[in-house]
């Protein structure tokens, strides 16, 4: 099995930083693309930021120059650098994965838990 474990969520004030990390772990052979998502109490999860295969990335309008996705592949690791935080980035933010297993012709899907990101204005 593959899992994906979040961390570095936290409180912050408005106009801090944090940067959020997502190891992948288990019998994988490469990781495709992988993605930000967060939810807010009361909302619907949004994309907050994507990677595809070829790094090529987008972000959501309302973090756009504030956030950066970013991997390290030898780690099986996938960033978020969130930067200027404004009260309304808290949420519970995930990371996802698609991810190709030893001995499967096809990449799945796996989520994270989460990491709460609270902002204080």
């Known amino acids: 099995q593959v899992q994906l474990v979040e961390s570095g969520g936290g409180l912050v004030q408005a106009g801090g930083s944090l940067r959020l990390s997502c190891a992948a772990s288990?019998?994988?052979?490469?990781?495709?693309?992988v993605g930000w998502h967060r939810q807010a109490p009361g909302k619907q999860r949004e994309l907050v930021a994507h990677?595809?295969?070829?790094?090529?990335?987008n972000y959501a309008d309302s973090v756009k120059g504030r956030f950066t996705i970013s991997r390290d592949n030898a780690k099986n690791t996938v960033y978020l650098q969130m930067n200027s935080l404004k009260p309304e980035d808290t949420a519970v933010y995930y990371c996802?994965?698609?991810?190709?297993?030893?001995?499967?012709?096809?990449?799945?899907?796996?989520w994270g838990q989460g990491t709460q990101v609270t902002v204080s204005s």
């Open positions: 996802n994965a698609d991810v190709l297993r030893w001995g499967r012709l096809r990449p799945d899907e796996y």
């Open positions: 288990g019998r994988i052979f490469g990781i495709n693309a």
């Open positions: 990677m595809a295969s070829d790094d090529s990335t």
